[in-house]
């Protein structure tokens, strides 16, 4: 698998002094729609600022909020993110069916078992268990098994190759880079005239996989071990939908393809697939687990965030270092040190979480350091409700509440009949 981190924060040569904004960089040899690079702390900022904390560092996360779609182990997942500081949105895209009282599993388990194999493709750990034990309720474990030990079998990955381990079985074979495409193409490599071979399911149909093969000569069987469906209650993942497309999120993680398709899906059918596309080209972070995952995204041109390797515990950590290099504004006001997160600001070191507008006002008056912008074009960023009100009075609430969550005095300022500025150490142009 390439190997895929995070790239170093830059400093805009057009931004006023003493102001950082974290942006990725992608590397020259990069697979398109990847961020790679490295993180690095950035020799020049000034002193109390925080830095891209280590990927361990309880504070990592600390003012982000991070949306997970995993249904299998989301509460470890979870639990991950939240030991780093990470506000956690939970929105399940999927639910896993097992098959182990299926007539398709049995009666293709009983197909697989009326002649020898030559291959098998394991795609899944979790899934080939599912099948063992599935068989050995049927009374069919001992000649599956048999059948299985007089096979090649390949495995996608090392949870698969570790669970053809577990059964007493012997691995032939495992790509680099855990792709079901690098399994086609080692078989389509060989002369597969008459080879009879079983794939087994990933929780959605191999379609192009199996033709592929049937098209070079092979006697194919399909084993749908598990599926995946839509969660019974979609509403989360509607709500998880609206926060990316709104900014709400700084991140979504992914830990499954069928959990992508099904937020495009969820997404496509309210009309907010462009739109939820183009948060994922922005300001929202893609985070997937592997290069699987990824592909729902990276065909449709989007770049996402993925670890080096395909473990939970590597996407926690390539989410920590990440965007805390990219998910931030860095910048000097009224003598304070600021660190704009996405549902928090750092000042002087000090973690302040702020309200849903006057984060919005803080953020607005960042991108324009120095410089003063409106009551009306303030108005524009504020969310839901603060928005309809009258715009002097909502955007004097919102300012309000930002100044008295900041703290220390001087650090937003308001210029008589123009607007509020953020007071940064120069003056603005006029």
Do not use: N
């Amino acid at each position: 698998m390439t190997a895929l981190s995070e790239g170093s924060p830059e400093t805009a040569s057009d931004a006023p002094a003493g102001f950082t904004r974290g942006s990725p960089e992608t590397a020259s040899d990069a697979p398109a729609g990847f961020i790679q690079g490295s993180p690095e702390t950035a020799p020049d900022a000034p002193a109390g600022f925080i830095q891209g904390s280590p990927e361990t560092a309880p504070d990592a996360l600390a003012g982000f909020t991070i949306g997970v779609t995993a249904t299998r182990r989301r509460e470890e997942f979870a639990a991950l993110l939240a030991r780093r500081g990470a506000r956690v949105v939970s929105a399940p895209a999927i639910r896993l069916v097992p098959l182990a009282e299926d007539a398709d599993l049995l009666a293709a388990t009983r197909l697989t078992l009326q002649a020898p194999l030559d291959d098998v493709v394991v795609t899944t750990g979790v899934g080939f268990r599912g099948w063992m034990a599935a068989a050995e309720g049927w009374g069919l474990s001992a000649d599956l098994g048999d059948h299985l030990g007089r096979a090649r079998l390949l495995t996608r990955g090392p949870k698969a190759r570790g669970a053809v381990r577990a059964a007493g079985l012997t691995d032939h074979w495992t790509p680099v880079t855990e792709s079901c495409d690098e399994v086609k193409e080692h078989l389509l490599a060989q002369d597969l005239r008459g080879r009879r071979i079983a794939v087994q399911q990933h929780g959605e149909p191999l379609t192009a996989f199996v033709a592929a093969l049937r098209a070079a000569g092979a006697e194919v069987i399909e084993i749908p071990v598990y599926r995946w469906l839509p969660c019974r209650d979609g509403s989360p993942l509607r709500r998880l939908i609206s926060q990316a497309v709104s900014g709400a999120v700084d991140a979504v993680a992914f830990t499954s393809a069928p959990a992508v398709h099904a937020m495009l899906g969820a997404a496509r059918s309210d009309g907010l697939e462009d739109a939820l596309l183009a948060a994922f080209g922005g300001p929202v972070v893609a985070a997937c687990v592997g290069p699987v995952t990824a592909e729902p995204l990276t065909s449709r041109g989007v770049r996402v965030l993925r670890p080096d390797r395909s473990r939970l515990g590597a996407l926690a950590r390539a989410l920590a270092r990440h965007l805390p290099e990219h998910g931030v504004t860095r910048l000097v006001a009224g003598g304070h040190r600021l660190e704009v997160r996405g549902h928090a600001v750092v000042v002087d070191g000090d973690l302040r979480p702020l309200p849903p507008a006057p984060m919005a006002v803080l953020k607005r008056l960042a991108d324009k350091p120095g410089h003063v912008v409106s009551r009306a074009d303030l108005r524009t960023v504020l969310p839901g409700s603060a928005a309809r009100d009258s715009a002097e009075h909502a955007v004097e609430m919102a300012v309000t509440r930002l100044r008295r969550a900041l703290g220390p005095a001087g650090i937003v300022e308001t210029v008589v009949k123009r607007g509020y500025r953020l007071a940064c150490p120069h003056q603005p142009t006029p």
